[in-house]
């Protein structure tokens, strides 16, 4: 079993730190932020994960989990070192290497000679490289791992990954990586550094653009007056286009997709490429979330627009999470509040008394409530943004007792439409 340094402690670090624990390594978790480590060692994880938790208890009482504070404090003893570090999208589009660079740069003195270097970040096509030339250790190797973790079922995508990718041109390196996975069972595909940077980016451009399609799929489906749901079901009975990541909504988010998708057009333009075929599948999702906003506001009598309000469900990126960040259903309520529209929101991940909302977002007038029905008492518009499981259950005879107005946007077709509309709702869902 191998000593594993783990270089930033976000949701990418810790499930991958508390996985290698789990399959019996010896993980050390690094973060520059004192406050999280210090409930880190308290065993109180910081982010929404299922499974998560468990993990972590199990690391910290084995032994086989540890968290310090400090890159170098980490990595001094390690064999391998995961830089597991933000790459927030620069002003530029292109990905900002800063936190990186800095994490290397913390670690070049300390690395024991032979060990291994992996980036687990999403970086651009060439960091790999980028990387070497900080540390500028030639005994030690950089390897590129990229991670596709989903928020929410990370640990399962750690444990049960579809593939894992090594990017190495030096073959020791890279089964020496392979090992860290050897009680997992996937294929393990090793190809060169910039090839497997290139996987990831290609890999969520071209499940974003999947989602841009269905999206614009759903808007024909209204147009000519087809039902996308069934659209959508007899696709995927093809086995080339496959049945996962079908399902139209208010748009798509998160931390990954957007910033991946623009990086990539960039880092085409960089080389020379006019990638615009990306440019549209943005510009489809921007569409989307103008699309989804109208929807709200027209279910509002105008006459009383300025005395209603909309009641949001959900505000996270999807369900399962508590990450707020490029959530489809924020810009969404972004665009209705700029039309002078009221907004009550509630969210099972996001409480007013935790202030993130306010952190994330200060501009957004908005009020949180702490259940549906708060949000919904003397609304007009029910705008179901999130696909969280308790808006299925929702009481739709209290539902048509407590609002001003009968109306439901279901921007993720999460209601079956009958059910509502037995209670004289007037229902609008996505392509259908
Ligand atoms: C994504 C990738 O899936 C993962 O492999 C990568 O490493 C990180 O980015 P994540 O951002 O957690 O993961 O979210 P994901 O579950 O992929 O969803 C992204 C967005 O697409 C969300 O807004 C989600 O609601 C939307 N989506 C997803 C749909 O609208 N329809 C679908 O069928 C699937």
């Known amino acids: 079993m191998a000593t594993i340094a783990i270089i930033g402690t976000g949701y990418v670090g810790l499930t991958t730190g508390a996985c290698f624990a789990h399959l019996g390594h010896e993980v050390i978790c690094a973060d520059i932020d004192e406050r999280k480590i210090a409930r880190l060692n308290a065993g109180e994880i910081p982010i929404v994960e299922k499974g ?5 208890d199990e690391g910290i009482r084995s032994g086989q989990l540890r968290f310090v504070v400090g890159a170098a404090e980490a990595s001094k003893n390690a064999e391998f070192h995961y830089l597991c570090v933000p790459t927030p999208q620069g002003e530029d589009g292109a990905a900002d290497l800063s936190y990186l660079e800095a994490a290397a740069a913390e670690i070049a003195p300390v690395l024991p000679t032979n060990s291994i270097v992996v980036n687990k970040s999403t970086v651009p096509v060439g960091s790999t490289r980028v990387v070497g030339r900080v540390l500028n250790r030639p005994d030690v190797t950089v390897v590129s791992n990229p991670e596709f973790l989903r928020e929410g079922t990370a640990v399962q995508d750690f444990l049960h990954p579809d593939r894992v990718v090594i990017g190495s041109r030096d ?10 996975y050897a009680r997992i069972a996937a294929p393990i595909m090793v190809t ?7 996987i990831k980016y290609a890999s969520n451009a071209f499940l974003a653009a999947k989602l841009s399609f269905v999206n614009a799929i759903a808007t024909l489906c209204e147009a000519v007056g087809a039902d996308v749901n069934d659209v959508v079901l007899g696709m995927g009975y093809d086995s080339r286009i496959g049945r996962e990541f079908l399902r139209p909504g208010p748009g798509w988010g998160g931390s990954c997709f957007p910033k991946d998708t623009r990086a990539l057009a960039n880092i085409a333009k960089e080389a020379g490429y006019d990638f615009s075929f990306l440019d549209q599948v943005l510009k489809v999702n921007d569409d989307q979330f103008d699309r989804t906003a109208q929807k709200v506001l027209d279910a509002i009598d105008p006459t009383v627009a300025a005395s209603t309000h909309v009641a949001f469900l959900g505000l996270t990126f999807k369900a399962g999470t508590d990450d707020l960040r490029e959530s489809p259903s924020i810009e969404v309520l972004r665009r209705v509040l700029a039309a002078g529209v009221k907004v009550k929101a509630y969210d099972p991940a996001v409480m007013a008394d935790d202030g993130r909302l306010a952190r994330t977002y200060p501009d957004l007038d908005v009020e949180l409530t702490s259940d549906p029905y708060a949000a919904a008492e003397g609304a007009s518009v029910l705008a179901i943004m999130t696909e969280w499981d308790e808006f299925v259950e929702l009481d739709f005879d209290k539902m048509a007792e407590i609002m001003a107005r009968r109306s439901i946007v279901d921007a993720r077709n999460l209601l079956e439409p009958t059910i509502p509309r037995r209670r004289g709702f007037v229902y609008r869902g996505v392509g259908r």
């Open 192 to 198: 060169d550094p910039v090839s497997a940077e290139t």
């Open 171 to 180: 073959t020791e390196a890279s089964i020496r990586v392979a090992g860290l």
């Open 52 to 56: 998560l938790d468990r993990l972590v």
